[in-house]
């Protein structure tokens, strides 16, 4: 898909991200519209996935890491065709099955249920292993939050990838500088992280993760690398995307009202 394309359906998984919160009216748009550029590469332009046969044997898998910006792995899937939008816009109703967090056993496409905050980062490891011993072609990506990795298992699960020389694992660290309770720096400091996933034995690319041609070029190289796993340090923007939620760690965790909505849905080109 050329950058053209990619940049309108980036806006159309925006516009899903934004529609399903406000419908649910609670979820993360925050650091799912940060992510929304990654995920609609991932899914459009690097992965070898098949919404027709979402078990596909030697498939890529992407691992949702930061399970609160679920929303954007939802719309990204639905855009795809692995699914109607219409029924993601159920997210976190009763009896939805598109909870708050992703679920593996209920929304197809989804490959690891997330949300305890370390976790995914860990089983992707265990899933680019696997395919190692079982000489799977499949890679695995996996998307981090940079306060994501203030916890230590995160650092484990470093340790055993470069360890176990797993080339066929690509880590994408969402770094928008922003958490819940504010600025990253002000928390607990996770800089420099380009100089530790490197001391860690990792292949490190920093981008502008909003650029898709850095972003695509980043895929290419982590292709490339042998012997490594490759993590992709994308700066991006919280809320990228919706003039009033960009750079606001107030929207980490909170729904836009109607009127907030409709000006959001139309700053990405779209209609309520």
Same mark, same amino acid.
């Given at each position: 898909?050329?950058?053209?394309?990619?940049?309108?359906?980036?806006a159309?998984?925006?516009i899903?991200?934004?529609?399903?919160i406000h419908?649910?009216? &609670?979820g993360?748009p925050?650091?799912?519209?940060?992510?929304?550029d990654?995920v609609?590469?991932?899914?459009f332009d %690097? !992965?070898?996935?098949?919404?027709e046969?979402?078990?596909?044997?030697?498939?890529?898998?992407?691992?949702? &890491?930061?399970?609160?910006a679920?929303?954007v *792995?939802y &719309?990204?899937?639905?855009?795809?065709?692995?699914y109607?939008?219409? @029924?993601?816009?159920?997210?976190?109703?009763?009896g939805s099955?598109? *909870?708050?967090?992703?679920?593996?056993?209920?929304?197809?496409g989804?490959e690891?249920s997330?949300?305890?905050l370390? *976790?995914?980062? &860990?089983?992707?490891?265990g899933m680019?292993?696997?395919?190692?011993?079982?000489n799977?072609?499949g890679?695995i990506?996996?998307?981090l939050g940079?306060?994501?990795?203030q %916890?230590?298992?995160?650092?484990e699960?470093? !340790?055993s990838?470069a360890?176990?020389s797993?080339d066929?694992l690509?880590?994408?660290?969402?770094y928008?500088g922003l *958490?819940i309770?504010?600025?990253?720096?002000?928390?607990?400091t996770v800089?420099?992280?380009?100089?530790?996933?490197?001391a860690?034995?990792?292949n490190?690319?920093?981008? @502008?993760?909003?650029?898709?041609? +850095?972003?695509?070029d980043?895929?290419r190289?982590?292709? =490339?690398c042998k012997g490594?796993?490759?993590?992709?340090?994308?700066?991006?923007?919280?809320?990228?995307?919706?003039?009033?939620?960009?750079? =606001?760690a107030?929207?980490?965790?909170?729904?836009?009202?109607? =009127? +907030?909505t409709?000006q959001?849905?139309?700053?990405l080109?779209?209609e309520m």
């Amino acid at each position: 898909m050329d950058i053209k394309a990619l940049e309108k359906t980036a806006a159309e998984v925006r516009i899903g991200i934004i529609k399903a919160i406000h419908n649910a009216g &609670s979820g993360h748009p925050g650091g799912s519209l940060s992510a929304a550029d990654i995920v609609t590469a991932l899914y459009f332009d %690097e !992965m070898n996935v098949d919404p027709e046969n979402p078990k596909m044997e030697n498939r890529d898998k992407f691992i949702l &890491s930061k399970g609160h910006a679920g929303p954007v *792995q939802y &719309s990204a899937l639905a855009v795809k065709g692995y699914y109607p939008m219409e @029924d993601f816009m159920t997210l976190r109703k009763i009896g939805s099955k598109f *909870q708050g967090h992703p679920d593996m056993n209920k929304v197809p496409g989804i490959e690891m249920s997330t949300g305890s905050l370390g *976790q995914g980062f &860990s089983v992707a490891g265990g899933m680019a292993m696997a395919n190692k011993l079982d000489n799977n072609p499949g890679r695995i990506y996996v998307l981090l939050g940079d306060g994501e990795i203030q %916890e230590g298992i995160v650092w484990e699960a470093a !340790m055993s990838a470069a360890h176990n020389s797993l080339d066929n694992l690509v880590g994408i660290l969402d770094y928008n500088g922003l *958490q819940i309770d504010g600025k990253n720096d002000d928390v607990m400091t996770v800089a420099p992280v380009a100089e530790k996933f490197a001391a860690f034995g990792w292949n490190v690319i920093e981008i @502008d993760g909003h650029d898709f041609t +850095q972003i695509l070029d980043a895929f290419r190289k982590a292709r =490339e690398c042998k012997g490594k796993p490759t993590m992709i340090i994308a700066n991006t923007i919280k809320g990228k995307g919706v003039s009033f939620m960009e750079g =606001e760690a107030g929207w980490h965790g909170k729904a836009p009202d109607e =009127e +907030q909505t409709r000006q959001a849905v139309a700053e990405l080109g779209g209609e309520m």
